[in-house]
């Protein structure tokens, strides 16, 4: 099945600092999302991007479908960013989500 | 509009015992996934629901099934517990499971 990948596994940050998240997928995709879990559980909706370049306020992303990969820009960070960022790609024709295994992000005040 | 909702946001099993989970969606949603959550084994696919009909599933055990009711709510059952099915389950709701998908709180289950 299909594989997601993501990078890097864990960050520190100086509160202010940018960053950069990266998913790679191993094949085609319907699909690809970008999520925040804030420590209570709870996934927010970041990105729904299967192709191209959309921004949020300090939050970027871009995905290029054809190389097989999304990246997440955070600018400006802030401590309230903390939390695990999850790429999550929808299969082609199977109505089966496959999430990556997240970035733990922690920005230092 | 209200979001997606799950019942109980917090239970307490035994092993061997068997559990009922309940999912809302979002109004006009007619896609529900639902997915397991642990430290070890990260987000994982059970399965999805359209129109209560089951489109695909994940490399889960028999123990573990769903249903979905013609008003989109939907529930997944996981009979005779093991310890290891302690786990946050999640569920979201998309239009049409090929669309964004909009998680709910979850549901905490502990099994003792």
């Known amino acids: 099945g299909i594989q997601v990948e993501q990078s890097p596994p864990d960050l520190i940050l100086q509160e202010g600092a940018n960053s950069t998240l990266r998913c790679n997928f191993s094949?085609?995709?319907?699909?690809l999302q970008w999520f925040h879990q804030n420590p209570w559980g709870q996934l927010i909706n970041l990105f729904y991007?299967?192709?191209g370049t959309k921004q949020n306020g300090r939050l970027s992303a871009t995905t290029v479908a054809t190389e097989r990969y999304s990246l997440l820009y955070i600018s400006s960070s802030q401590t309230t960013d903390s939390g695990v960022y999850f790429c999550?790609?929808?299969?082609?024709?199977?109505?089966?989500?496959?999430f990556g295994a997240g970035t733990r992000l922690f920005v230092k005040a | 509009k209200a979001g997606v909702t799950q019942t109980p946001r917090y239970l307490i099993k035994t092993r061997g015992q068997q559990v009922t989970l309940s999912c809302s969606p979002i109004s006009g949603h007619r896609s529900v996934s639902w997915y397991q959550q642990t430290p070890g084994q990260g987000l994982q696919f059970l399965f999805e629901y359209f129109s209560e009909t089951q489109r695909n599933k994940g490399n889960f055990p028999g123990r573990f099934s769903g249903r979905q009711f013609s008003n989109s709510r939907s529930e997944m059952n996981v009979s005779t517990l093991e310890l290891g099915d302690s786990a946050l389950y999640l569920c979201?709701?998309?239009?049409?499971?090929?669309?964004?998908?909009?998680f709910g709180p979850g549901t905490r289950l502990t099994v003792t």
């Open positions: 999550a790609v929808g299969t082609t024709g199977g109505f089966k989500t496959i």
């Open positions: 979201a709701s998309s239009l049409s499971g090929a669309h964004e998908q909009y």
């Open positions: 094949d085609s995709v319907n699909n």
């Open positions: 991007i299967p192709s």
